[in-house]
């Protein structure tokens, strides 16, 4: 056999087909395994579809995993919207034009690209079992649930490994795929597989396979009845897939010494185009000329120009044959420095060219064409990326036949890609560098699913792209992108994408919406396969296969579905609820389990279900039962849940009171429709506990029923208001629920919440007012007062009840009976608050407010006796009245700021005001008249109020608005109070006098007799720690002296800071004045300054003497020592006065200062009497004593040095 084989490698005629070498490989690999019958595609199709575990390998098919798509339907689709891309110039493809030294060598690492503890930690786990991987759950799982199946395709892998053990085929290099499976090897073998996984024909030869090397490239035609080779070292052969039949070998189609790299169809069965390790890219051109077969070859694209490594011609379906633009027949193509797209017809052309940038030179240039439907059109789109970043650019074709290139939004990811594959025009499937699967939905760009498949162990087309079986010679550039390509290991058809590994063939498809929801139910992950079938029903799932109709025919059969999972989710709950353990435990259960049940009921709107299926199966459980009945609240209170069958809401009520979770049943009642329920007994329960407002909104909504809720609230809160007795919390909580109710029913509401029938609306304000005024309760006693009601509601709470009067006066249309009941209301609450004593002056105030304002009003009909007003104003102005002051002075105010000024003759409410001593009220009226300069007089009689008279003061010297006359009058009256505004505030007085009386200084000064307030005037006024600014003031000398010698009065010890600070006095003037005062610190200050240095130092060394003459003589006569301390100190700034002037006196002058320092200090040494010494030998002198004698030495060296100088 091998001689036949060696000689039929060197007789390769076209026209022979496959040699009988050929025949008996093919009967050595048929014979192990029996062939099936085979069945249609769309038998197949269905089959598949019927089934979620992993293809046998008895039947394997290649079916479109949905119908085609028809072009109106794919119009319908919408997609990105377009932006705007600038390309470089196209121009007509020169290759002189090409540069192939332009890429960029700098290097992008991939975040994602070594870090092997990470794929230890996610990788998939392989049961070879079932053949499919296990995956953990995460996030994307969760959500989407398992979006792809990866299969084993057991019959192929298992005829590729026999093939290379029996036969010597070689390990597979390449795969091509479409109604057939084309897998090369690498001792030159195509095996060629029918959909059922059965080996059909075998082509080639292990001696060609020794002169052309290994199978490169491989590429299937349209119709599937051509099969195109190419070989590590260049040759390219053409095979007939019916027959089995050698069509062409080619041998001279591009330059000899260079693998294939790439081998296309296009859709033209004469057009194919090839690309070889030298980067050069050529199209083949198929003729038959009198019965010969020929190969025309056309350098595209020249490698000495740029190395192409890419190929991608535009494919279309059967059904987009006729778009314009594949008249073009485009290709796209991926050097190592830029993206090309050109036409090869009508001539050849270049449409775009789309440089990388900044990128890893070792990444894989990628490219892969689709269509796909922009807006109201289908038109290619072409991904490229190489390294991290995938790009989309939208081609189409303009009504004068120019191609235009549109920038989609990019794809960024954080790992590096070697395959780029559409799996439609939605979903992508990515391949990065460490061999995991991303499927991607591109619209939203959100990762579906991750799914790792290093046990493939995919082949990698490094040998081709290095062609070592022809000496490698390729550049580094190549080579190093060649270490990921896996070109011809990835091939895509109909939905399926086939991957190519060592030893098998695995196949990855999308799985059907089904499938989706199988997959999690198997694993019995029941909550994300019911969020995963919502999604679908709501249209919002991604990668969706298998559902089709209209939205109305999708919705139904996922809701059928999801129906058939929840029976299944409520029998598997009842089943695996925990027998034993506490109740807790119990409630926990089901409180994670039963909500799941309530919700998707809800969802789908099958309230028939919820209510019967499920509540049977739940009531078998009474846990589950509480819980069930639980999870029906939330939905009650968001109106989601309306009407409930009466089983229900009776069993609701009941659990709701067993569990004493009474507000949450009043909170349920005001939301549900309580027509079908026993209203008496409803009502009965809530009256006895306290559900005021499900009380009212049954009443309301179950009989329309507004005036009994009323009587039985003021039946319980208004004997003992009656008594004058404090109302219980409960009772306040009632009176409180009154108002309010009243407030609605009179504005139109419903209480608690909604709104009352708009026909029942003047009825209920009709019916509240006629019940409001009546002049007897029913069943009233004896002693009762008239108007119980209104009186009832004004001693709870006066001010809300006559805000709930006003708002109603405000909806009232001016009719005839709303002019009626208002003036009726307000003749009552005069009739009942006047004549009474019972009312505080709050309340009695609070009315006429209230009248104030409805009087004010531009429409008012209302009518009231002036008298009254009178009667009102006596009351809160009675000076014999002294307790509540504040508030009845309140209550004035806001009655006269509604409006109730004009019931009053103002000279007597002034009067009264002054009397009552209500400064408030005096100012208001004060500021109508505009009397400015009264109103101080107002703020300095008001105890609680006195300081804010120096804002009121400025802002009215200052603010625009304000005459001249005004402000002089206002101006004179601080004047003449000026002494009693400082002793309200000296600093706040000092800080307005400085601002608008500056002019003025002096002659306060003049005025004001209290020393010591005059003394804290000037402090605030001119020590500039106070703030005031002193450039403002224009002082004389006189003035700042002035008040130093009070400050040596009355703060002798902040004389000297202050002076540190001051500026503006006379030397000699303040030297007498801190002297009379015996402040020698300060008046050495004050001579050093002058310049006296020597006056300076005689004060402060007669200070020193005096003060060892004090202790010496102290010693003598007490065992008491002074304060020694205040001797060093004193020591201390004496020798610093002679340290600071010393550089600038003469050797003399020196002298005198440092001598009789010295001889101060060294006199006590000349005691005669040693009891002294003895006296003090035990105490702090003698320390002190070593320390001035050592400060001495120091000085004396420092003197000696000055003599020396």
């Not at 990326?385 to 939004?409: M, N, P, W, Y």
């Not at 009254?868 to 809160?876: A, G, I, K, S």
């Not at 009689?941 to 006359?965: Q, T, W």
Request: proline share 4%.
């Amino acid at each position: 056999m091998e001689d036949e084989m060696n000689m039929e490698s060197q007789n390769l005629d076209p026209d022979q087909g496959s040699c009988s070498a050929t025949d008996e490989l093919n009967q050595q690999l048929m014979s192990q395994e029996a062939p099936s019958p085979k069945l249609s595609v769309t038998e197949l199709s269905r089959e598949l579809d019927s089934k979620s575990d992993l293809i046998d390998d008895k039947e394997f098919d290649i079916p479109q995993v949905d119908t085609p798509p028809t072009l109106e339907s794919i119009l319908n689709e919408t997609d990105d919207e377009e932006e705007p891309f600038v390309l470089e110039d196209p121009c007509l493809l020169n290759i002189d034009n090409i540069d192939t030294h332009s890429y960029d060598t700098s290097s992008v690492a991939s975040s994602d690209s070594g870090d092997r503890t990470h794929l230890k930690r996610q990788k998939a786990i392989w049961h070879p079992q079932s053949m499919v991987w296990k995956k953990k759950l995460h996030d994307s799982f969760s959500v989407h649930g398992s979006v792809i199946r990866v299969s084993l395709l057991k019959g192929i892998s298992a005829q590729i490994a026999s093939a290379a053990a029996k036969v010597d085929a070689g390990l597979p290099t390449a795969i091509a795929a479409s109604s057939l499976i084309a897998v090369g090897t690498s001792h030159g073998l195509a095996l060629i597989f029918d959909p059922n996984q059965a080996l059909r024909l075998c082509l080639g030869s292990t001696a060609v396979g020794a002169q052309y090397g290994a199978i490169s490239a491989l590429s299937i035609n349209n119709d599937c009845s051509r099969l195109l080779c190419g070989f590590a070292k260049g040759q390219i052969t053409m095979w007939d897939l019916a027959s089995g039949k050698l069509l062409r070998s080619i041998t001279d189609a591009h330059p000899p010494g260079t693998a294939i790299l790439h081998i296309k169809f296009t859709d033209d069965p004469t057009l194919a185009i090839c690309n070889d390790s030298g980067g050069s890219v050529f199209e083949l051109s198929f003729k038959r000329v009198m019965g010969v077969r020929t190969c025309e070859s056309r350098c595209l694209f020249s490698g000495s120009k740029g190395e192409v490594c890419c190929i991608e011609p535009l494919h279309a379906k059967a059904e987009l044959r006729d778009h314009p633009i594949t008249q073009y027949s485009l290709l796209a193509m991926a050097s190592l420095t830029k993206i090309l797209v050109i036409g090869l017809k009508p001539s050849l052309k270049v449409w775009m060219t789309f440089p990388y940038g900044r990128m890893d030179p070792s990444s894989v240039p990628l490219l892969a064409w689709h269509f796909v439907a922009v807006q109201t059109s289908v038109n290619p789109v072409l991904a490229f990326c190489r390294g991290d970043v995938v790009h989309f650019l939208l081609v189409k074709r303009d009504e004068s036949g120019a191609i235009h290139v549109t920038k989609q939004k990019q794809l960024h990811l954080h790992y590096d890609l070697i395959n780029f594959t559409w799996i439609n025009s939605r979903t992508v499937v990515l391949l990065d560098s460490v061999e995991k699967l991303h499927v991607i939905d591109r619209q939203t760009q959100e990762e579906l699913e991750t799914v790792e498949i290093s046990e493939v162990q995919l082949v990698y087309n490094s040998s081709h792209f290095k062609s070592l079986a022809t000496g490698g010679n390729v550049s580094q550039a190549l080579a190093l992108v060649g270490e990921k390509a896996c070109y011809q290991s990835i091939s895509n058809c109909g939905g399926q994408i086939f991957y190519l590994g060592t030893k098998s063939v695995h196949v990855m498809t999308l799985r059907s919406w089904r499938e989706r929801i199988d997959h999690l139910l198997k694993q019995e992950c029941l909550n994300e396969a019911l969020a995963l079938a919502w999604s679908f029903h709501e249209g919002k799932a991604k990668a969706v296969v298998g559902l089709s109709g209209d939205e109305h025919k999708r919705k139904a059969v996922v809701a059928d579905r999801m129906v058939e999972i929840l029976i299944h989710y409520a029998d598997r709950t009842m089943k695996k609820c925990p027998d034993q353990g506490k109740i807790q435990v119990m409630e926990q259960y089901f409180q994670d389990m039963v909500p799941v049940i309530v919700d998707y009921c809800l969802l789908l709107q099958r309230m028939d279900l919820l209510f019967s299926q499920m509540y049977d199966k739940m009531r078998e459980n009474s846990v589950a039962k509480g819980v069930f009945l639980e999870c029906l609240e939330p939905y009650i209170l968001s109106d989601k849940l309306v009407g409930i069958t009466a089983q229900i809401m009776k069993d609701l009520l009941l659990h709701f009171q067993d569990k004493n979770l009474m507000a949450n049943m009043e909170a349920c009642i005001v939301h549900m429709d309580v027509t079908s329920l026993d209203i008496q007994q409803v009502v009965l329960m809530c009256w006895e506990n306290h559900l005021y407002d499900a009380m009212i909104y049954v009443y309301n909504s179950g009989m329309n029923d507004f005036i009994t809720p009323m009587e039985k609230l003021f039946k319980v809160i208004a004997p003992p208001l009656a008594a004058g007795k404090s109302l219980s919390d409960e009772q306040v909580i009632m009176g409180n629920k009154l108002l309010v109710y009243i407030s609605c029913s009179l504005a139109g509401r419903a209480y608690p919440l909604g709104n009352i029938p708009e026909d029942l609306v003047p009825l209920v304000k009709n019916q509240v007012f006629e019940f409001l005024i009546r002049l007897h309760s029913a069943e009233a006693p004896v002693d009762e007062e008239v108007y119980p009601y209104v009186r009832t509601l004004l001693h709870f709470d006066t001010r809300e009840f006559l805000n709930v009067l006003a708002l109603t006066f405000e909806d009232f249309k001016n009719d005839k009976q709303a002019v009626e009941y208002q003036q009726r209301i307000v003749d009552i609450l005069l009739k009942v608050m006047v004549e009474n004593s019972d009312f505080t002056p709050s309340q009695v105030g609070c009315l006429f407010t209230f009248l104030a304002r409805q009087l004010a009003k531009p429409n008012n009909t209302l009518f009231v006796n002036r008298t009254l007003f009178d009667q009102v104003l006596e009351f809160l102005c009675s000076p014999d009245d002294d307790s509540r002051h504040s508030e009845r002075q309140q209550v004035l105010l806001e009655l006269l700021q509604a409006g109730g000024i004009v019931q009053f003759e103002e000279s007597k409410l002034i009067q009264m005001a002054e009397k009552a001593e209500f400064y408030q009220i005096c100012e208001f009226m004060y500021e109508r008249e505009h009397c400015y300069d009264k109103i101080i007089d107002c703020y300095l009689r008001d105890p609680l109020r006195k300081e804010e008279v120096f804002g009121y003061i400025h802002n009215i010297l200052s603010i625009p608005g304000y005459s001249a006359e005004e402000k002089q009058s206002v101006w004179q009256k601080a004047m003449k109070h000026i002494e009693e505004l400082l002793s309200v505030s000296p600093s706040k007085a000092a800080d307005m006098i400085s601002v608008h009386f500056s002019d003025q200084i002096e002659q306060i000064i003049q005025t004001l007799q209290d020393q010591h307030l005059l003394f804290q005037f000037l402090k605030s006024l001119l020590d500039p720690r106070e703030g005031i600014n002193q450039d403002l003031l224009q002082l004389s000398p006189s003035v700042t002296e002035q008040f130093i010698e009070l400050l040596c009065q009355y703060e002798p010890d902040q004389v000297l800071e202050t002076l540190q600070f001051l500026e503006v006095y006379r030397l000699e003037e303040t030297i007498q004045a801190v002297q009379k005062y015996q402040l020698h610190e300060a008046s050495s200050y004050l001579l050093e300054k002058k310049g006296d240095i020597h006056g300076a130092f005689l004060v402060m060394l007669e200070w020193l003497q005096s003060k060892l003459l004090t202790l010496t003589h102290e010693g003598e006569k007490s065992t008491e020592v002074p304060s020694l301390k205040n001797i060093e100190d004193t020591l201390a700034k004496t020798i610093a006065l002679c340290q600071r002037n010393s550089h600038n006196l003469d050797q003399q002058q020196r002298e005198a200062l440092w001598f009789p320092l010295l001889e101060a200090m060294m006199s006590p040494q000349r005691l005669s009497n040693s009891t002294v010494l003895c006296l003090y030998s035990d105490c702090k002198y003698v320390l002190l004593w070593h320390r001035c004698i050592l400060q001495y030495d120091l000085y004396v060296l420092f003197f000696l040095f000055l003599l020396a100088s």
